[in-house]
């Protein structure tokens, strides 16, 4: 069973950053893809961004050229980079893996196809 455990939500003001991290426990981590989804109250979750085993990435057109997806497979960890945040960003953030995906493409945003998830950390964003 692979864990998942988010790290670096927050407050902020909008224009701020904030960086996130999920931290897998699984070995196999690297085969899987990664991303990462939100849900605002009283809102469906949405996909924020994915990358696949080979680092390739997409993005929700909502948060391009701001929000930046990375992992570090050698420390099994997952990063969002969430620059010029905006109050619409307000919303729980979770980390998701996929196991046994191939070439997603925009898949990597269907959360459906996610296998496993953290609790998620809130990041809040005041105008």
């Known amino acids: 069973q692979v864990q998942l455990v988010e790290s670096g939500g927050g407050s902020v003001q909008a224009g701020g950053s904030l960086r996130l991290s999920c931290v897998a426990s699984?070995?196999?981590?690297?085969?899987?893809?990664m991303g990462w989804f939100r849900q605002a109250p009283g809102k469906e979750r949405e996909g924020v961004t994915g990358?696949?085993?080979?680092?390739?990435?997409t993005y929700a057109e909502s948060v391009k050229g701001r929000f930046a997806i990375s992992r570090d497979n050698s420390k099994k960890t997952l990063y969002l980079q969430m620059n010029t945040l905006r109050p619409e960003d307000t919303a729980m953030y979770y980390c998701?893996?996929?196991?046994?995906?191939?070439?997603?493409?925009?898949?990597?945003?269907?959360?459906?196809?996610?296998?496993?998830w953290g609790q998620g950390t809130q990041v809040t964003v005041s105008s």
């Open positions: 998701a893996a996929w196991r046994g995906c191939s070439s997603p493409g925009d898949k990597l945003l269907r959360g459906d196809l996610y296998t496993y």
């Open positions: 699984e070995y196999m981590y690297p085969s899987y893809c």
């Open positions: 990358i696949d085993r080979l680092g390739r990435e």
